[in-house]
């Protein structure tokens, strides 16, 4: 996820997930103060595919990119991007980011 959906979230990984931060500004000190197992700060998508091969291996079965925008558009252009899990809510809202 991009840092601002990180911030949006409460400066907090979501459980039970390995949690990848992408930022060029964050601090891994700055992100994860507690020194917790579950999050990392890198600072391109590209970075984030290699740590992912390289120190998640088998660890991990599945990746899924959360967001935000920009993280979106760059990812889903990826030949290994396979699903795109749209929800759709019946409402009306003010949104101050939005994907074309
Ligand atoms: N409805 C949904 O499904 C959904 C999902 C996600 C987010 N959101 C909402 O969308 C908003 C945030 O979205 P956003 O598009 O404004 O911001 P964002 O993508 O969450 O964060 C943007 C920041 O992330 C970092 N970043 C993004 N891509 C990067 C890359 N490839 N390499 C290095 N750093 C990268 C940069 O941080 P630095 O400036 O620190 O370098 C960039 O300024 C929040 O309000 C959130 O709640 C909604």
New binding site residues.
Partial sequence: ?????????GNKPLNARFNI??????SQRQANPEGLDNLVV???????QQYIEAELGSRVKDNYI???????E??IALENMHNVFL?RVNTDVHA??CLD
């Fill in positions: 996820m991009g840092r601002k959906t990180f911030e949006s979230i931060i992408l930022s060029k500004s964050l890198l600072d391109s998508l590209h970075t984030a959360v967001g935000g925008r920009g993280l979106y760059e990812s929800t101050d980011v």
